[in-house]
C-alpha cells in the first residue's frame, strides 16, 4: 500500500537553530500534504497545507516565517523549524491528503523535536 | 464551528468489549475515521465510515449514524496492546480531517 516516510524520526537541537523535516510519499505522488503538530495528550493540529508548485496554506495562528514550508517535487514536503524555542518542542507528522475516493489517511512516522 | 467530541480517557478489561462514543458537528460530511495512536507514534487506521450502520473488521467495529452525528468504535476480546489512544476524526465539506482529541483506552488485566 502507499506509504509516507518522514525523516528524521527524532532530532534534539539548540535554541536558535533550524531543523528540517522531510516527508516522502514512496509510491504514489502528492500534489498536497498536511503537516500536523502533536503536543502530549492532545490531539493532531493543523499546521498547514503543503501544495506542490505553490505556497503553502497555513492555519490561523501559525507562524509562516518560522515554520518554512517547501513541496518541490510530486514526493518531497519539507518542514523547516527556524530559530527553534523550547516551546517548539513536539511531535510533528506529515500526511499524504485524503480525497474523493480515498479511504485512508496516509501517515508519516512522526518527528519528535526536542530543542534545548 | 466544527467540534468532535469524544471521552478524555476509558478503562476496560483484558478480555473484554468497549465501547468508544465520537459525537461531531461538521461542516459538511465526506466520511469519519477512527485511528489508533500509541504514545510517540503516528496514528493508524483502523476504520471508515460514510454511510449508516455498521462496519466490522476483525476485532473492531465501527458504527455511524449521520442524522445523529454519532459513531461509535467497539473494540472486542480486548488485548493489552489495545492500550492506546483512538482518535476520531471528520472529512468535512473540503475534504480536511477534523480531529476530535482522542480518547485515551487503558486495559487492565
Known amino acids: 500500500g502507499a506509504v509516507v516516510s518522514q525523516h528524521p524520526s527524532r532530532v534534539i537541537c539548540k535554541s536558535g537553530t533550524s531543523v528540517k523535516i522531510e516527508c516522502r510519499s514512496l509510491d504514489f505522488q502528492a500534489t498536497t500534504m498536511f503537516w500536523y503538530r502533536q503536543f502530549p495528550k492532545q490531539s493532531l493540529m493543523l499546521m498547514a497545507t503543503s501544495n506542490e508548485g505553490s505556497k503553502a496554506t497555513y492555519e490561523q495562528g501559525v507562524e509562516k516565517d518560522k515554520f518554512l514550508i517547501n513541496h518541490a517535487s510530486l514526493t518531497l514536503s519539507t518542514l523547516t523549524v527556524t530559530s527553534a524555542h523550547p516551546e517548539d518542542s513536539s511531535f510533528y507528522i506529515c500526511s499524504a491528503p485524503v480525497g474523493q475516493g480515498v479511504t485512508e489517511a496516509f501517515f508519516g512516522q512522526g518527528t519528535r523535536l526536542t530543542v534545548v | 464551528g466544527q467540534n468532535i467530541d469524544q471521552p478524555t480517557e476509558m478503562t476496560a478489561t483484558e478480555g473484554a468489549i468497549v465501547q468508544i462514543n465520537c459525537t461531531y458537528q461538521?461542516?459538511?460530511?465526506?466520511?469519519l475515521f477512527w485511528y489508533q495512536q500509541h504514545a510517540g507514534e503516528a496514528p493508524t487506521f483502523l476504520s471508515y465510515?460514510?454511510l449508516d450502520g455498521l462496519e466490522e473488521k476483525g476485532r473492531f467495529s465501527s458504527f455511524l449514524s449521520r442524522s445523529k452525528g454519532y459513531s461509535y468504535l467497539l473494540l472486542k476480546e480486548l488485548q493489552m496492546k489495545d492500550s492506546a489512544s483512538y482518535l476520531c476524526a471528520v472529512l468535512d465539506s473540503n475534504y480536511q480531517l477534523i480531529w476530535g482529541a482522542g480518547t485515551k483506552l487503558i486495559i487492565k488485566p
Open positions: 465510515n460514510v
Open positions: 461538521t461542516s459538511g460530511f465526506n466520511g
